[in-house]
């Protein structure tokens, strides 16, 4: 059975000005305004006028990110998505279809969760908005970051490498991509020591996150996690963990919280969407890291990054021929997967 996934992108993907061409759809501006306003942040202000300091900043670039998320998957899947099939073509009739498995990069995995129906768009921004206060707390406590290392001599090497160094592995993304993060002197030490053959590019986050130092903004997610009543997920969700399909909502709301400090392995995510016969990828906006990702790690799947509503038509073309397949998983969907 070919399967398509739906992915969504985590911090750093976004740029100056990207949402400006998506308030051009019907309604978006006024569904923008309305999150902007349950979160007490200017989510069109940002995605429109912001420089590239402004978002940044892990509390506004977080909520942002899985706002724009939502919006470019709602114009693609239809108002409702998240709801199980039937209801949601009730609700949503031009809607193209739905995908087989979902999942987010860090930050996307919250996106990721509203798509599958865990926890309502305006749930998973409130959480997110706590997220990237409480993980931008914490990154003041110290000067980190995070710097990725790419290729080398030996790749699978490079977490040993980086555990000498005082680093951790945060992000596993496969593909000959592992990203560093630690306190500034640690990042110093890999700038004049990296693994054999490999580049160290610095990333434009601030601060060491899915690591230890993130353990305060764990506690603050915990506190905001607990007023929510998580449904169980109507689409196969795979977890950064470990890549493991998880089918029940309280556990997938616990991976949210606890994944705040802990790696992400997208690199199982990936081993698992070929397991489950994944032959094509949608990137929601804005799209174009993980697909980049999968074009190395995953290669033979179809992708398609949605970067602008002009995408929107292409995608739908491309969702359209797994509306069917999505169907028949759904009466299966759950159990682990992968690593």
Sequence with gaps: MSVLVLVAPGQGAQSPGFLTPWLDLPGAADRLRAWSEAIDLDLVRFGTQADADEIRDTAVAQPLLVASALLSAEALLGEGFGLPGAARAAEAPGAAGRPGVVAG???????????????????????VRRRGLA?????????????????????EGVPAHLERLGLTAA??????QTVAAGTAEQLAALDADPPEGARVRRLQVAGAFH????APAVAAMETAASALVPADPRVRWVSNADGRVVDEGKEILRRLVAQVAGPVRWDLCMETFLSLGVTAMIEVCPGGTLTGLAKRGMKGVRTLALKTPEHLDAARELLAGYGRDAA????????????
Excluded: Q, W, Y
């Excluded at 690591?211 to 993130?214: D, F, N, V």
């Excluded at 028949?328 to 690593?339: K, L, Q, S, T, V």
């Design 105 to 127: 990069h860090s930050v996307g995995e919250l996106a990721a969760a509203a798509i599958a129906g865990v926890l309502t768009p305006e749930e998973a921004l409130r959480l």
């Design 135 to 155: 993980m931008a707390e914490a990154a003041a406590v110290t000067e980190t970051g995070m710097a990725a290392v790419l290729g080398g001599k030996d790749p």
């Design 171 to 176: 992000n596993r993304n496969g593909a000959g």
């Design 211 to 214: 690591t230890a130092h993130m």
């Design 328 to 339: 028949a998983a759904d009466a299966g969907a759950g159990g682990p997967a992968g690593a």
